[in-house]
């Protein structure tokens, strides 16, 4: 009998921060949901890039080719349309990469709407994973995106062992941070609240997950420590995989997530902490994207770039362990609706639509 899956030639930038994972758990979902998935990279190279995943694509033969990629590559999506098989249905998925103020608030607006104005026209369908995108001239489908890492097994076993390497006295309260360690993710602000907050808790420790390099040494997660006499409540675990990033959380009492555009449910360090039943702390973005705020799944920092209404928000849930437990509950039910399996299932709904085929 004939394969009668849907085959999807799924175009990718390798070098895409932050797409790698995604595209890994919605291929892994994607074919659990009975989609053949073939991934197809696009490199750097401009019309050469197109054109060699052009040719691939057509070695392919799929039923659909869905285009994967981020706002700031825009200039090699605008040729795509014209390269690819005229028969094949195209499906787009724009991503905003997180960074919503600041100094790359210009650059993001214009890489989405040259991306928008150069790729959606020759799509059948447009996907977004923020609400906040605005794709002029087209009705796009969100679809939102799931944590990153499960809770794994065994995690809160290796969470205690994680709190007793730390030499962490019993009771003592241990936060996470996870997320960019640029100056975007807040790290700074975080770090200059710990001060204040150990005059209330003198054993307090701040736990970064990952804390990879930066691209000014002053910001690196160690020289803010140093900075702000903090380092020796600052650990820093460097680069972790998901077993050991799942024994993090479970080792915490607290998760902040201070970044200078705030965070909403497109972040997939938000959505792991609730996954694991962490009680987190966060900035507000602006838009459209407050679910997690607007459903009382976490505390709310009230001023973003702002050491002190981190001191306030965090104080608080470290004084509350009521509320603490109360927001673990909230935040565990917010992110039931965030799984892989809905993932998967939206985008075979809207492959199925655009092909043309009935459900089931």
Do not use: C, K, N
């Not at 009998?1 to 030639?9: G, L, P, Q």
């Not at 994207?289 to 976490?298: L, S, Y």
């Amino acid at each position: 009998m004939a394969d009668e899956r849907i085959r999807v030639a799924m175009l990718h930038d390798p070098d895409a921060d932050g797409l790698g994972d995604y595209l890994a758990h919605l291929v892994r979902a994607l074919d659990e949901a009975g989609v053949r998935v073939e991934p197809v990279p696009v490199g750097p190279g401009g019309l050469t890039a197109g054109s060699r995943a052009a040719r691939e694509v057509r070695r392919l033969h799929p039923d659909l080719v869905h285009v994967q990629l981020p706002s700031t590559a825009y200039r090699l999506p605008g040729l795509l349309p014209g390269l690819l098989p005229r028969a094949t249905p195209l499906v787009t998925t724009l991503h905003a990469d997180g960074d919503h103020d600041g100094h790359r608030a210009g650059r993001l607006a214009t890489a989405l709407r040259h991306l928008t104005d150069r790729l959606t026209p020759g799509s059948a369908a447009v996907v977004v994973t923020d609400p906040r995108i605005d794709v002029p001239g087209a009705a796009p489908v969100h679809i939102p995106v799931a944590p990153p890492v499960a809770d794994q097994p065994g995690a809160a076993t290796q969470g205690r062992r994680m709190r007793a390497r730390l030499g962490l006295p019993e009771g003592a309260p241990l936060l996470a941070f996870l997320g960019p360690a640029g100056p975007e993710g807040g790290l700074g602000h975080l770090v200059r609240a710990l001060p204040e907050l150990r005059r209330a808790h003198p054993d307090l420790r701040l736990l970064v997950i990952g804390g990879g390099t930066v691209g000014d040494p002053a910001d690196e997660p160690a020289a803010l420590a140093r900075r702000y006499a903090v380092a020796d409540a600052v650990t820093v675990t460097g680069p972790v995989g998901p077993d050991r990033l799942s024994a993090a959380l479970h080792a915490a009492d607290v998760v902040v997530l201070p970044a200078v555009a705030g965070v909403g449910a497109t972040s997939g360090e938000l959505l792991t902490a609730l996954a694991h039943g962490v009680p987190t702390a966060v900035t507000v973005p602006d838009g459209g994207d407050g679910e997690p705020h607007r459903a009382g799944a976490v505390a709310v920092i009230r001023q973003r770039a702002d050491s002190a209404a981190i001191v306030a928000a965090v104080g608080r849930l470290l004084a509350d362990p009521v509320l603490r437990r109360r927001l673990a509950e909230r935040g565990r039910a917010f992110v039931a609706a965030y799984t892989w399996p809905r993932v998967a299932a939206a985008h075979l709904e809207l492959y199925r639509r655009t092909l043309g085929r009935a459900g089931g």
